[in-house]
């Protein structure tokens, strides 16, 4: 089957593409390779060449903007996409907050281009990443047909979003999936996340800073929030349905600090107030998955911080110190 993903580079979007290939399906990646202007460009410039490497020669990666619809169009004659899984997206509520503008192009105007372009096409079926925080406050236990309230512009530009694609769904063939995952973490990912700052900070022997002592979130490995999204891909049991894709099991900001500070060996740590800007979230349910194709997340707290942990030791930019002390590596 022929399968474009948006975003194919991302920390997500790599593992789904591994996943896909390795099923035997013919994956086109379309994606920007933007720092988002707040990310360190060697950084990742690093990231995606490792992604890359990962992803292979069996897919081919369009570096290419989805607000341009004229580049869009382009791909998709070339490609014929049957699914389109759309993951390019600005990551998280910091980022769109920095440039709201830009973020709005890319999360509005680019889903807007590839909707009506998988219209032209006639694509069977449209997976749209959307986010946990399209519920605004939530405590645990939250089902998909709970009332979104979100906080902030990056939940309501997720949640405007699926109500675009749903539309599209309504008037036209277009077969829609909508995913909501929620802390995703891992391996080849950038250091300004909640864990990937937890881990370095202490690693380095630096501060860890918590805002909010009984803050949670539902973090979710990133190998199992591509096995859901690549399991409600090709079921056919999702057509036009909203599935939570999480770990659905809420752990404290506090108590993930603590497990970065033991695995570390170093760093300390210091509690702060609630970050305002953000809401209070707690584990989704993921009934719906588990029950319409499977879905079962198998990678705990513990052992995900612990692989990541164990990934960041070896990695040659994150742990340069280790190199070029040691092993007298020169990195350039």
């Known amino acids: ?13 790599h593992n789904v593409v ?23 460009q060697s950084e990742i410039d690093y990231l995606i060449s ?12 369009y570096a290419k903007d989805i607000s341009n619809a004229d580049d869009i169009d382009k791909i998709f004659n070339i490609e014929e996409p049957e699914i389109v899984i759309h993951m390019a997206s600005f990551p998280r509520q910091k980022v769109v907050n920095s440039n709201p503008a830009l ?27 959307s986010s946990s925080m399209v519920y605004g406050d939530f405590t645990d236990d939250v089902k998909e047909d709970a009332i979104c309230k979100p906080q902030g512009q990056y939940g309501i530009m997720k949640l405007a979003g699926e109500w675009l694609v749903r539309d599209y769904s309504r008037r036209t063939n277009l077969i829609h999936t ?12 950038v250091e300004d996340r909640v ?5 370095l900070t202490a690693m380095r022997g630096g501060v860890l800073k918590v805002n909010g002592e009984k803050e949670t979130l539902d973090f979710t490995y990133v190998d199992d929030a591509a096995d859901g999204i690549v399991a409600a891909a090709l079921s056919d049991n999702t057509e036009n349905k909203t599935y939570n894709i999480t770990k659905s099991h809420s752990v404290t900001l506090l108590k ?14 210091v509690v702060k107030d609630k970050d305002k800007d953000f809401p209070s979230r707690g584990a989704l349910n993921i009934d719906a998955a588990r029950k319409d194709f499977g879905f079962s ?3 705990d707290v513990e052992e995900g911080f612990q692989n990541y942990y164990n990934w960041l030791i070896d990695d040659m930019y994150f742990n340069k110190d280790k190199y070029l002390n040691v092993d007298n590596i020169i990195l350039t």
């Open 1 to 13: 089957m022929n399968i474009l993903v948006t975003g194919g580079c991302g920390l997500i979007g």
């Open 18 to 40: 591994i996943r896909l290939q390795q099923l035997g399906h013919q994956v086109s990646i379309v994606d920007n390779k933007t720092n988002y202007g707040i990310i360190p």
């Open 50 to 61: 490792e992604r890359e490497k990962k992803i292979g020669n069996n897919s081919f990666v």
């Open 103 to 129: 973020g709005s192009r890319t999360m509005s105007e680019g889903l807007l281009n590839l909707l009506e372009t998988c219209n032209k096409y006639e694509v069977r079926k449209f997976i749209y990443m």
């Open 178 to 189: 909508i995913i909501r995952p929620s802390a995703v973490y891992g391996p080849l990912d």
């Open 195 to 199: 864990i990937s700052k937890f881990l």
């Open 256 to 269: 993930a600090a603590q497990i970065a500070l033991s695995l570390a060996g170093g760093g300390t740590l």
């Open 297 to 299: 997340p198998k990678v």
